[in-house]
């Protein structure tokens, strides 16, 4: 896995230090397929345990859920900077070796589009092709990371119920979401504040003379501007915050 600062990944030092601690490379694979986060690692012995070790390190450094004391420098988590969802790949690739070891597990592959569609029949594949911005590679790649997860994100708040999703960065960017097929309501409830905040009610109701009470709290059926792929696209081509942060970007769905 590479370590560059945007893929979020397993650095060569990590998998040093867990190397070390589990003596060998099997022990590492049999070991980690039984992770269960949180998980913590202490090669050195700094802590007496990890709830001392947690009074140390700040929270932002551990919020993963997978603490990996450096053991060169004992208030820091080696592991931070590692996603869950890298956490979660590495966790489950150990697994696959387990059932099946061959040397393919240590080649690089790029994503197939043709594998996602057959692999999405049934459902909907969402294809982002992006081009980067010039410059460094590890700068344009954490950019592309968060318009990977801004897309995902923006996915669930309009509520579509997204099966898998992943990404790979080069000089054509490309990100994926498979999707439930479906189309949605026309019709959504947006939720206002309890009766008992007068103020935010009060300007709720100016804003919505449609509402209703239900509960103890005002609430609105509104027309849902997204409705299905083609619409979501429409809409994130115009984003501003992904606009900053890439040249170009192209929706395809399967």
């Known amino acids: 896995m590479s370590w560059e600062s945007y893929i979020k990944g397993f650095s060569g030092y990590v998998l040093e230090i867990l190397t070390v601690y589990y003596k060998n490379f099997m022990n590492l694979v049999k070991n980690v ?3 269960k986060l949180p998980v913590y690692i202490d090669a050195e012995k700094h802590y007496k345990s990890r709830e001392d070790a947690c009074r140390k390190i700040n929270k932002s450094k551990r919020e993963n859920n997978l603490i990996i004391i450096d053991p060169t420098q004992k208030d820091r ?10 956490i979660e790949s590495f966790i489950n690739a150990c697994k696959g070796y387990l059932r099946n070891p061959s040397e393919d597990f ?8 043709q594998d996602l569609i057959v692999e999405s029949a ?7 092709k992006i081009k980067p911005l010039n410059g460094k590679k590890d700068v344009a790649g954490s950019k ?8 995902e994100n923006k996915l669930g708040e309009f509520e579509f119920d997204i099966i898998k999703s992943g990404w790979e960065f080069n000089s054509k960017s490309l990100l994926y979401y498979i999707v439930r097929d479906e189309i949605l309501s026309d019709i959504i409830i947006h939720h206002g504040p309890p009766l008992i905040k007068e103020k935010y009610v009060k300007a709720f109701k100016k804003k919505h003379k449609n509402h209703i009470v239900v509960g103890g709290k005002v609430m609105v059926e509104l027309k849902r501007r997204v409705r299905n792929l083609k619409d979501f696209s429409g809409v994130m081509r115009k984003d501003k915050y992904i606009k900053d942060k890439i040249k170009e970007i192209k929706f395809e769905i399967f």
């Not at 240590?106 to 589009?113: H, K, T």
């Not at 592309?144 to 897309?151: A, D, E, P």
């Open 144 to 151: 592309i990371l968060k318009v990977y997860f801004h897309l």
């Open 33 to 35: 397929s039984n992770w």
């Open 122 to 128: 049934g459902k909907k594949l969402l294809l982002v």
């Open 77 to 86: 988590n080696a592991a931070a900077a590692i996603s869950k969802e890298k």
């Open 106 to 113: 240590f080649v690089e592959r790029n994503i197939n589009i």
